[in-house]
């Protein structure tokens, strides 16, 4: 029964967990989750932070998606978990492995290097269907088709303050598409022709490159080169209907026919990065300051000391990488005329 209705626009009222405290209606959202079975641990930790930081009040869906089935264990233990109601879906055979017109030594060979070179991934063919299905797929799943706004959870996340205010909302009232909370460059190793299939891209498909767009996040000679920053897409609330548009699949396309899925090890983070600093206008894209965060290996803890005790934060934020040289959140602020919060350079 759970397994099949149809998404909730109101707060769960059918289970025994905290029923939602903020009244009103809800946006057509879900988080998302795409997770192995023996992921299930870490992904009920982080389903505990999400709730208890934010979902609890506000009960949204919950979808999993996976290549394989899920087994017994892992959605008993998830939908106990969430507040919201909770679907599993089984990724198409489709989009989840080689493109016939992907040269299977050349990749082979191209595994062989990178374990040599020792990149992290490097020698992974499952890795790479991951991060080409994140890329070009999840967003339209058929259980994913029925919404509007995606919060994507990997296993193994914190959230470390209070989030007291509908984030989807937050999106749509401030029509955003776009969001982050953690930034960084590339390895160049995993992505050496990316950008030369972006110009491609851009060549070919003029129209879709937005005025008022980005660029400068993601190039300091004016889209010559890439300069490597990109969001970290572990964490990414934005808008479904952007990644299902005729301008999203066709850079996807445009992307994959080039082979650097498979003949590299391009990831999601740069190519989701690029497209909307691309596609989006600047103010489109929103960085979360006030979502406090962690995956290995990076910190985001809110800069200012007020707000991280009103919202009952438990970060270090002797942690917070926004400071960082190696962030490009510094960056974002400078392109996009922002001041940088009060307190900044003491976080450095
Ligand atoms: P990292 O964060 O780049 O180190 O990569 P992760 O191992 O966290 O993988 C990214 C996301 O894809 C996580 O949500 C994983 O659970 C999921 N994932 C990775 N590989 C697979 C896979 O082979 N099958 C499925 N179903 N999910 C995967
Ligand atoms: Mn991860």
Redesign the pocket.
């Known amino acids: 029964e759970q397994l099949q209705s149809s998404p909730s626009t109101t707060p769960n009222d059918n289970k025994q967990l905290p029923p939602a405290t903020v009244p009103g209606d809800r946006m057509n959202a879900t988080f998302v989750?795409?997770?192995?079975n023996s992921?299930v641990w870490e992904?009920a930790k982080s389903i505990r932070n999400v709730e208890d930081r934010f979902n609890r009040k506000f009960n949204y869906d919950w979808v999993f998606?996976?290549?394989?089935d899920f087994n017994d264990e892992f959605k008993s233990v998830t939908t106990a978990l969430v507040s919201g109601k909770t679907r599993y879906g089984k990724?198409p055979k489709e989009h989840w492995s080689f493109p016939e017109f992907i040269d299977q030594d050349r990749a082979a060979k191209v595994r062989d290097e990178m374990k040599e070179k020792k990149i992290?991934?490097g020698d992974s063919i499952?890795?790479r269907?991951?991060c080409r299905y994140?890329s070009g797929f999840f967003f339209r799943h058929e259980l994913m088709l029925e919404y509007e706004w995606y919060w994507r959870v990997?296993?193994?996340i914190e959230l470390y303050c209070d989030i007291d205010y509908d984030t989807f909302k937050f999106m749509a009232e401030n029509k955003k598409k776009y969001s982050f909370v953690l930034s960084l460059y590339e390895y160049v190793e995993t992505i050496p022709t990316l950008w030369n299939a972006v110009k491609n891209f851009t060549k070919a498909y003029p129209e879709h490159v937005t005025e008022g767009n980005m660029m400068k996040f993601l190039s300091d000679d004016n889209g010559d080169s890439y300069n490597h920053c990109h969001f970290w897409s572990?964490f990414e609330i934005g808008n479904l209907n952007w990644l299902r548009s005729q301008a999203y699949i066709d850079y996807f396309e445009s992307l994959d026919h080039a082979g650097g899925f498979f003949y590299e090890r391009w990831?999601d983070a740069p190519v989701h990065s690029i497209a909307a600093s691309l596609m989006l206008k600047k103010e489109e894209i929103h960085f979360f300051n006030d979502i406090a965060y962690y995956?290995?290996p990076f910190t985001h803890c809110p800069t200012g000391e007020k707000y991280r005790l009103d919202h009952k934060c438990h970060c270090n934020p002797k942690d917070n990488f926004d400071w960082n040289g190696y962030s490009c959140t510094a960056r974002y602020y400078e392109v996009n005329g922002m001041e940088k919060p009060a307190g900044y350079e003491k976080e450095q």
Do not use: K
């Not at 989750?33 to 192995?36: K, N």
């Not at 998606?65 to 394989?68: A, C, F, H, R, V």
């Open positions: 989750t795409l997770a192995r992921d992904i998606l996976n290549d394989d990724i992290i991934y499952s890795y269907h991951m994140e990997e296993p193994s572990n990831g995956h290995v």
